[in-house]
């Protein structure tokens, strides 16, 4: 549950630090595959279970790692990539050799994602009065529908992610406050 208030704390001759503004670039590694690839038909069924169809995953711009059976949600926005979250298609526990109960992360997150200065599906709040804020990439999308849909990368939501809201436009947000 989150509670906050939006207001417009920043005045219109406020000037931003463009350096804080700055945020690194990446580049998508080369076996990280687009999702209508052949070769990325594991990735595919996986968000078909979880009621994301081929046409909606192309939309996001979701990829899928064969090496990493893992499907691949970018965080960016417009052209520029700023890294990625993936989720593992396989099952999260497993006996090991010996028997013994292992267990994968089912999330794993690109290096340095800058979490304080963006959130993932950021350009869903260009045009939208309001926000839909999840806690990850899958109910994201599900909720495309409904416009101004994001995805916090985690259940902790920093204060500036607060900020990209207000800035980004979002007047109603729901969770509501």
Known sequence: HIQFKL???????????????????????????EIDDPKASRGR?????RGISLTMATRYGLRYSPLQERVIFPVCEGDRLYGWQ????????????????????KILSSTAIPRSKTLMFADRLAGS??????????DA???????????????????????????????KPYPPP
């Open 45 to 49: 069924e996986y968000l078909l279970g």
């Open 86 to 105: 993936a989720r593992t298609t396989r099952k999260t526990e497993y006996l090991d050799s010996l028997g013994r109960k292992r267990e994968i992360p």
């Open 7 to 33: 207001v417009d704390f920043f005045g219109d001759d406020d000037e931003g630090d463009e350096d804080a503004a700055a945020i690194p670039l990446v580049h998508w590694p080369h076996d990280f595959l």
């Open 141 to 171: 999308i599900k909720a495309h529908f409904c416009g101004g849909n994001l995805a916090a990368m985690g259940k902790a939501v920093p204060t500036e992610q607060i900020r990209l809201l207000i800035t980004g436009g979002a007047q």
């Open 129 to 138: 009065d309001h926000a839909v804020l999840c806690e990850g990439p899958v």
